[in-house]
């Protein structure tokens, strides 16, 4: 085995479902999110991409007795202080919130953004989430932002959690590297977009300029409506540009996490696919 | 009330479970089939996109009895030999596949497209959905083909059915307008693509030449990987060009239909938006 004995004597021996740990981990799975705000996370992949995530500190890991060997790289590569257990099958089992467990969960703590500063320093674009409710499109619109080189996504209150367990399954470990801010108060959100001097552009599938003519570069923010009805009359007046996809007449509409992903790709295609590096304040 | 006594009069009431009528159904909205193919949508909006869709035959409509008055517009509208029946609401709750069942349901008859006449007259680009396994991903697939101009989407064997429950109900009535194909061998279409003279391009998330300076103009076909382990091998090689579209370094992928709607409107954009009218043979 290539378990370090440092690492493999670390390994807390868990048999009771009643224990304290046991149960932060069956809150978090069925939450997305501890009450500290550290995220909950399921499976190799994905505790793997938090373990690559430099600003992203790793802080707990359970592992079934049955995988526990198969992890072992991943014990090595824990923080000194990350706490880590091994729990009997059956108590994984029950915790897990997928369909077939993979034997390893952890909780992770992201990089502590501050919404003001990111907009200061944006030369990409801000995806905002204004009411979207399947935790899928939000997931898979934080994995889009991110690929696409977004600044930020921010989420207004009306909105599934970015931290919904199946949102963080969409993101595909997304939402470790993109700057997330969840239940912002529109209102305060259009005011510190203006103070940043951003422009503020509003997606509508019927009316709008050709997505192709608009112009997405310099400092943008797109809003992106909820998935039946769209982007509410408020924000679509506060925007200052309407902007539409060109689809078939005979179309309903697109997606609204595809509809934001073929922005996003616009609004890269326009700046030449040069995207900026992502600083972290320690 | 706004139904006409000659409609009113054609509704039959079933109060048995046990009904054939309800049989077909219940098989039909738990397989998104039935045994003719015709495929079962549940829904008001669901059922008015097919009674919109020209080229669609509306059979067979289940109506709950609470929800009779506020359907009578649908039943106004349906085909003179149609059937419609009402039955007690716990009996469309049980065959329901939603949560809230909407009280109305519908088995639809698509248009019979033919694949070689499809590819002889395409214009725009085939999707082929190689391998993907999620049917809500691939129902987005089939709305973002139709909206975005697609001449077809084909299914290879080892792809989810596009007609599994949830893929039409991510499709939102695109699986009405969008001539689809299921489980067609690779070799087979291939062939077929080559006499049509249709060039087949693979997408790449890692090499492959930037989206937006591959031509995807003339009559092309694009190959659409499985989520987790992208396109196999034999259909990579087979391809005559491979396309990646640019994201950041640190980023892993795309969602698969994310990525092949941005691939969509590329060749859209590189066409001028400029949408073919679609044919249906009697």
Redesign the interface.
């Given at each position: 085995m290539a378990m370090a004995v440092g690492a493999e004597s670390q390994i807390r021996q868990i048999t009771s479902a009643t224990n304290s740990l046991v149960k932060v981990f069956r809150r978090a799975l069925a939450d997305g999110r501890t009450r500290d705000g550290w995220v909950a996370i399921e499976g190799p992949r994905f505790v793997e991409?938090a373990l690559d995530a430099k600003d992203c500190a790793v802080h707990s890991v359970l592992i079934t007795g049955g995988a526990a060997a198969q992890f072992s790289e991943f014990v090595t590569r824990l923080p000194q202080d990350a706490e880590i257990a091994q729990v009997p099958d059956a108590i994984f089992e029950a915790l897990s919130g997928t369909k077939t467990p993979q034997g390893i969960a952890a909780l992770v703590e992201l990089p502590r953004w501050r919404l003001d500063e990111v907009l200061a320093r944006a030369e990409s674009p801000i995806v905002v989430a204004c009411g979207l409710q399947d935790p899928?499109n939000l997931g898979?619109l934080v994995?889009?932002a991110?690929?696409?080189?977004a600044a930020a996504l921010v989420t207004l209150p009306a909105t599934v959690s970015p931290f919904n367990p199946k949102a963080l399954r969409?993101s595909?470990?997304?939402i470790f590297?993109l700057p997330v801010f969840a239940g912002i108060d529109s209102g305060d959100l259009l005011a510190r977009l203006r103070r940043a001097g951003t422009r503020v552009i509003a997606t509508d599938a019927k009316s709008g300029q050709?997505a192709?003519e608009a112009a997405l570069r310099g400092r943008v923010a797109i809003l992106i409506g909820q998935e039946a009805t769209g982007l509410n009359d408020v924000l679509r007046r506060e925007a200052d540009l309407q902007v539409k996809?060109?689809?078939?007449?005979?179309?309903?509409?697109?997606?609204a996490?595809?509809a934001a992903?073929?922005l996003l790709?616009?609004a890269?295609?326009q700046r030449g696919?040069v995207?900026e590096q992502?600083v972290v304040k320690a």
């Open positions: 991409e899928g898979t994995r889009s991110q690929a696409l080189g969409s595909a470990g997304a590297r050709d192709t996809i060109p689809i078939r007449a005979d179309a309903d509409s697109l997606n996490a595809t992903s073929i790709y616009e890269a295609r696919f995207y992502r």
